[in-house]
């Protein structure tokens, strides 16, 4: 097994991005041997046989909502019953909690053990404010950080919570654009960079977009601190309607996203890129045939632990793609039906899909299949030492 | 009237909830999934195509064109008989507009055409804003089609006709002869007609669209497969029928009596909200039975037909009892039970669409697909 304490390329993303550190020992050994021994026999044998864990919203085969963790080999760990159904996960790597959002346009992020399950808290988004789904917590724990919808006024917000006080919410930062969906650190640790989709909902009017032939899509580098925008980057005009959702930091810090293009059908244009603060957003060329492939939808975007790969997913067009971070190039294709959750695992990619498979691109001998349909992301939380 | 609603709310809730199990896991498993073939795929989108989607976009051609008529006719020889026609003719348009309006896919897809035709809901109130900019302003730019087709979408469609002959000031149609409004008017209906010629003309070719769609292509970004054609075509029940919830009827009902607020309501100026709907349905069941979709479903899920049908019937039904303006409709609780039992209604068939037809053709995004986020 891979580990990203060995992996000897020096790059790491910053432990508050995608690739959390999760140290499973410390966890064991923090909890006690009688927590250990509550937990359900076959969660704590898979807990005692992973190395790295991963988290990921989910449907039950109930028809409810929850989210779960689960090993490499695909064993379910851990779940946490939703209300309703969740999107992206966060994890704070001092109190060891996860965070799972509500999809939009839903109120609720619930605060969870990630390995036994248990509910610690509730939290929901202010009046006039709904999550985006997406969020993170600073490298010291200290603040989590949201995406939320500020509707009345169609701009989308950063939320940012005192986690010592609660879970309190502090503030907001403007993160000038609408639609704003996945947010990370830089592996700067001070500067989040944000994707503004650019599509205006509102709850009043369900899910239906509203503002499809004036959408400004944007890429927008915030300062953690302050809140001051430092830079943002807008598609050329005749790409407007490509909605930038999800992104992923490379080793040269630059941040790859992947787009879904709302206008016509037959248009084919360009859907994965990345940005640099201070640099118009660059566009990746591929081959007619793999971005036809992609049916114009990017549903999520994973580089791997040593930032030289990009993974981007197609839940529509059933098919994932690895890229070269240097050069763009398609180092391999991967058909998976609704695949659509990536994460990075050990020098590769995990993959998971709404039928309930849980693959190791490129090397899974043994692929599984939970009996759960996955959300659109996975969040590793890979063990270390 | 409210027993009887009651009662048939009950049905259509029944319906709902067997429409939901059904689609879950039920003890017999899922239904088996229609064993229909490529090529009798491709021929329900051909019907699709033949005998509801060209006629309706060559009808809102007609009609766009009949409607700039009758403005140019209005502006030369105004009078209340004359406001009254182009009135008329806008109604018609708009109807016709409401039967086609869920083809989301295609050339209306281009160049903005959806919006340039219909922006709504305008929930910040651009178009008025705006409109009322160009009537105060008398904004030269706003007076021929071509000049108009530049400007924002919100001032050249069927919303601002709307407003031209109903908002206010209005009646002063009636008696300026060749005054700005009135050539506005003109320009927006002359902009009305030239779209629909385009969408007419795009899906009267035999290449083009309808090839793309008959013929679909594994290098074609958009319909590689049969079963992407008929996805186009299942969704326009499916998002149709999510567009009446979630655009016509909720946010302009509320949550009760009291908090409804019917100025949300499309065309609420011209209380043509309830013909747009009847048209939206009327239009959806032609499809339907134009479309023959109901031909590839297995003997077991055949029924689907009959309640689909059931509920088209029910919404019409429901539709014709309620009289104009459907403002007072929202806000009066006796009336109001009608919209409540359509918005049941419209859930009902959505579900079938959506939770039934659809996985029984294989054509269900997945459950990360679903919905894009």
């Given amino acids: ?385 | 009237m409210i027993a009887s609603l009651s009662r048939r709310a009950l049905v259509g809730l029944a319906l709902l909830f067997a429409g939901a199990t059904a689609s879950h896991g039920q003890e017999d498993g899922p239904p088996a999934p229609s064993r229909a073939t490529e090529a009798e795929k491709l021929a329900v989108v051909a019907n699709a195509i033949d005998g509801f989607i060209r006629p309706g976009y060559a009808r809102f051609h007609d009609h766009a064109t009949a409607a700039a008529s009758a403005m140019n006719g209005l502006c030369s020889e105004p009078g209340d008989t004359a406001l009254q026609d182009a009135r008329d003719r806008f109604a018609t348009l708009a109807a016709s507009w409401s039967r086609i309006e869920f083809v989301r896919f295609g050339p209306v897809m281009d160049d903005n055409r959806l919006e340039k035709i219909l922006f709504f809901p305008d929930r910040r109130g651009i178009a008025l804003r705006q409109i009322q900019g160009i009537l105060g302003g008398e904004d030269e730019t706003a007076t021929t089609q071509q000049r108009l087709a530049d400007k924002s979408v919100a001032v050249q469609g069927l919303g601002a006709l709307e407003f031209v002959l109903h908002g206010t000031d209005a009646e002063t149609l009636a008696a300026d002869r060749g005054g700005f409004r009135c050539i506005y008017g003109r320009a927006i209906a002359r902009n009305l007609s030239s779209i629909a010629g385009e969408l007419d003309a795009a899906w009267s070719e035999d290449a083009g669209i309808a090839t793309r769609l008959t013929a679909p292509d594994a290098a074609d970004p958009a319909w590689r497969s049969a079963e992407d054609s008929l996805q186009e075509i299942v969704g326009i029940f499916i998002h149709g029928l999510e567009a009446i919830r979630d655009l016509r009827l909720r946010p302009a009902m509320g949550e009760s009596a009291e908090a409804a607020k019917p100025n949300l309501f499309l065309f609420r100026r011209s209380e043509l909200a309830l013909a747009s709907l009847r048209a939206n349905f009327a239009g959806m069941n032609d499809l339907f039975a134009a479309s023959k979709l109901a031909g590839l479903l297995p003997e077991p899920q055949a029924y689907l037909e009959d309640s689909i049908l059931f509920e088209f019937a029910n919404a019409e039904r429901t539709l014709s009892e309620l009289a104009p303006p459907l403002t007072e409709v929202a806000s009066e609780p006796d009336k109001r039970q009608g919209l409540t039992y359509l918005l049941i209604v419209t859930d009902s068939l959505q579900s079938q669409f959506a939770e039934q037809v659809s996985p029984i053709l294989g054509l269900s995004a997945g459950f990360s697909a679903l919905d894009g986020d």
Wanted: proline fraction near 5%; include cysteine.
């Fill in chain 1, 1 to 385: 097994m891979a580990r990203a304490g060995n992996c000897p390329m020096s790059f790491r993303p910053h432990p508050a991005s995608r690739g959390i550190l999760l140290d499973r020992r410390r966890i064991l050994a923090g909890a006690g041997a009688a927590f250990v021994a509550g937990l359900a026999v076959r969660s704590a044998a898979a807990l005692e046989r992973t190395d790295a864990l991963f988290g990921a919203s989910c449907r039950r085969p109930d028809g409810s909502y929850g989210c779960a963790i689960f090993s490499e080999r695909g064993e379910i760990v851990s779940t946490v019953s939703l209300p309703d159904r969740g999107h992206d996960v966060a994890y704070d790597p001092v109190r060891r909690r996860a965070v799972v959002f509500a999809r939009r346009p839903r109120t609720f992020a619930l605060v969870f053990d990630p390995v036994s399950g248990e509910t610690l808290q509730t939290l929901t988004s202010i009046e006039g404010r709904h999550f985006f789904g997406h969020g993170f917590f600073s490298p010291d724990g200290a603040l989590m950080y949201a995406t939320e919808n500020d509707y009345d006024a169609a701009h989308g917000v950063i939320g940012v919570y005192d986690v010592a006080a609660g879970y309190r919410r502090i503030g907001e930062f403007d993160c000038h654009g609408m639609d704003t969906h996945e947010a990370l650190l830089m592996p700067d640790g001070e500067t989040i960079v944000v994707a503004n989709g650019g599509i205006e909902t509102h709850p009043d009017y369900g899910r239906q977009k509203l503002n499809l032939s004036t959408m400004e899509p944007s890429i927008a580098f915030i300062d953690r601190r302050s809140g001051d925008l430092l830079d943002r980057q807008l598609l050329p005009s005749h790409l407007h309607k490509l909605s930038l959702h999800h992104i992923a930091v490379d080793a040269q810090a630059r941040v790859w996203f992947g787009g879904q293009y709302q206008g016509a059908s037959g248009d084919a244009p360009p859907l994965v890129g990345f940005a640099e603060a201070g640099r118009p957003l660059a566009l990746t060329a591929m081959p007619e045939t793999d971005l036809a492939g992609l049916g114009n939808y990017i549903g999520s975007v994973a580089t791997s632990r040593d930032g030289a790969r990009v993974a981007v997913s197609s839940p529509v067009g059933n098919t994932m793609l690895i890229l070269e971070a240097a050069t763009g190039d398609i180092l391999s294709r991967h058909a998976l039906r609704d695949g659509c959750g990536l994460a990075p695992d050990g020098l590769g990619f995990m993959a998971t899909s709404g039928a309930g498979d849980i693959v190791r691109l490129e090397d899974d001998d043994s692929p599984t299949r939970a009996d759960l349909e996955w959300d659109n992301h996975i969040l590793a939380l890979d063990a270390v030492g």
